[in-house]
């Protein structure tokens, strides 16, 4: 795995957790995204950005984890939350480090 490109190692790591969310992305981008890691479109449409592929797997799993929850949650609900703790306990600190990135 370690031959592929990065863009493409992280669309696979955010397919894997598609599978394992059971939720159906109609596309995973990735894109230059210079104010955010990642966004869900209404249209089921998860795009990442490309420096996300960069960063360390457990920043990746949570903004991945995060984008792919807004399929089934639109919003940032009780349930949403509940759902990220539970697939990503530390999800708290990894979005406080991601304030103080570049983004």
Known sequence: ?????????????AMAWALRLKVNPKRVDIAEMPKKWGACTSDGVVIF?????????????YVI??????LR???HGKRFHA??????PNWRELEHKSHHAIK
């Open 49 to 61: 950005a490309d420096e996300l592929a960069e960063t360390d797997k457990a920043f990746q799993d």
């Open 83 to 88: 759902m990220l703790s539970a697939l990503v």
């Open 1 to 13: 795995m370690s031959s592929l490109y990065p863009d493409q190692q992280l669309r696979r790591r």
């Open 73 to 75: 949650y639109r919003t």
């Open 65 to 70: 984890v995060h984008e792919l929850l807004h």
